[in-house]
T-cell receptor
Framework: NAGVTQTPKFQVLKTGQSMTLQCAQD?????MYWYRQDPGMGLRLIYY???????DKGEVPNGYNVSRLNKREFSLRLESAAPSQTSVYFC???????????????FGEGSWLTVV | GQSLEQPSEVTAVEGAIVQINCTYQ??????LSWYQQHDGGAPTFLSY????GLEETGRFSSFLSRSDSYGYLLLQELQMKDSASYFC???????????FGGGTRVLVKP
């Protein structure tokens, strides 16, 4: 049972390049999230998807796009990477609010992205 | 807008008790969560308070006072493995989005 799986784990990009971070979950959760964490900082929500077919902006959506491909997969795309996007990216999932344990969010292991 | 404040760092010895305070300002407050994160690792869920009072889970307890917009995480019988960062996070009423505080780094010394 893998839980929340993110790929790639490490990536170095040049300014202006594009890339997609992939996230897949096998927990049968409806809600999925993308957070970024800068060194010594808390997590900031980029985008989230409350359920399959819906996405919504979080605190820091600029420079990113997302796709909720199906219930299991939620990808994050950087169209034109900038050094300010150097960060650790976490995918996360949860049950919906109304369900038991809906308040618990499960995080993937993180993707370390460096933009030079 | 929303903001959460928690101390940046706390140091204590093994066996001691540590209290990490979290004050928040937010509209539509629904609940307060706590997460633990070891260096290089993923955040993991510790506790959640939607109502005023104390929630106890083993050595860790969490408290919430909605009227004071304040909560705390209490770590008892500290162990070396408790050295980590601890984040409070506010859940808004509109959904399951969490806004995280900046984290408190706890260093446990022998």
């Amino acid at each position: 049972n893998a839980g929340v799986t993110q790929t790639p784990k490490f990536q170095v990009l040049k300014t202006g390049q594009s890339m997609t971070l992939q996230c897949a979950q096998d927990m049968n959760h409806n809600s999925m999230y993308w957070y970024r964490q800068d060194p010594g900082m808390g997590l900031r929500l980029i985008y989230y998807s409350a359920s399959e077919g819906t996405t919504d902006k979080g605190e820091v959506p600029n420079g990113y796009n997302v796709s909720r491909l199906n219930k299991r997969e939620f990808s994050l795309r950087l169209e034109s990477a900038a050094p300010s996007q150097t960060s650790v990216y976490f995918c996360a999932t949860s049950f919906t609010v109304s369900e038991p344990s809906g308040n618990t969010i499960y995080f993937g292991e993180g993707s370390w992205l460096t933009v030079v | 807008g929303q903001s959460l404040e928690q101390p940046s760092e706390v140091t204590a010895v093994e066996g001691a008790i540590v209290q990490i305070n979290c004050t928040y300002q937010t509209s539509g407050f629904y609940g307060l969560s706590w997460y633990q994160q070891h260096d290089g690792g993923a955040p993991t869920f510790l506790s959640y308070n939607a109502l005023d009072g104390l929630e106890e889970t083993g050595r860790f307890s969490s408290f919430l006072s909605r009227s004071d917009s304040y909560g705390y995480l209490l770590l008892q019988e500290l162990q070396m493995k408790d050295s980590a960062s601890y984040f409070c996070a506010v859940r808004k009423a509109a959904g399951n989005k969490l806004t995280f505080g900046g984290g408190t780094r706890v260093l446990v010394k022998p």
